[in-house]
């Protein structure tokens, strides 16, 4: 035990001795959330998928390589999830809300909520341009582009109420889905942020801005529903530096 402790000693004053080299390599961790945005409704399809999905959460992890002064390159890997869709009017507080009533009596047989989540992962190459590499606050803008990969689910606990009831025609034999279920697509993020120097191994970074994923108009199973995943993010996070010039 002692021994384990004195060699973890000497690993952390060596690692503080490295402090003054200047670093070249390090690994990036960020969590935060993002907001989908657009036209939420359209005379012909109704409320439109992805600008109406509720706030999410988002995280990246990835490996930043500084190629200059003020120029460096990371490769990260994404995943935003917001397990909440619902479009609201003057008259309806929840879309996905539903109701089953007989037809005599009008009594409410049953009553419930339908379900519709987004996940989408991403591996992006995301360049990082730093304004003032000298000082403790350090802004920097970055441009990243990333392939996606866009997953909905979608539950429609209606049918299914329906079918346990026994209230389905003879031609309804699986639950009708209308929304997005997958696609791959190219996507661009482009935004700015702010780090903090520590002077160590560890620096702090928030960062926000702008994700748009285009989406496979093939996989659209309504044309006038055809649209791309336009979102705003912020993220905060650490940078942990492995290696320094001394190393490389």
Not at 38 to 59: D, I, R, S, V
Not at 114 to 131: A, E, F
């Amino acid at each position: 035990m002692k021994r384990g402790l004195f060699l973890l000693y000497l690993i952390l004053i060596q690692l503080l001795a490295n402090a003054q080299y200047d670093q070249k390599v390090s690994l990036n961790f960020a969590i935060g959330t993002f907001k989908t945005f657009g036209t939420k409704y359209t005379e012909y399809a109704g409320p439109l998928q992805m600008p109406n999905y509720k706030m999410g959460l988002n995280g990246n992890i990835g490996v930043q390589f500084r190629l200059g002064e003020h120029l460096s390159m990371s490769a990260d890997f994404g995943v935003m999830i917001t397990n909440r869709w619902n479009y609201t009017t003057q008259d309806v507080d929840n879309w996905n809300y539903w109701s089953i009533e007989d037809t005599t009596t009008w009594q409410v047989l049953a009553e419930g909520e339908n379900y519709l989540d987004l996940h989408n992962y991403s591996l992006s190459v995301v360049p990082k341009y730093y304004l003032l590499p000298e000082k403790k606050w350090n802004p920097y803008f970055f441009t990243g582009i990333n392939v996606n990969w866009t997953r909905c689910r979608y539950e429609n606990n209606y049918w299914y109420t329906m079918k346990d009831l026994g209230l389905l025609g003879p031609g309804d034999t699986e639950p009708w889905n209308d929304n997005l279920e997958e696609s791959f697509g190219i996507g661009f993020n482009p935004g700015f942020g702010l780090e903090y120097n520590s002077g160590g191994m560890l620096n702090f970074f928030f960062e926000t801005g702008y994700y748009l994923i285009a989406l496979d108009e093939k996989k659209f199973k309504d044309s006038a529903r055809v649209e791309n995943l336009n979102a705003f993010m912020l993220q905060a996070g650490i940078r942990l530096y492995l290696l320094k010039s001394k190393d490389l």
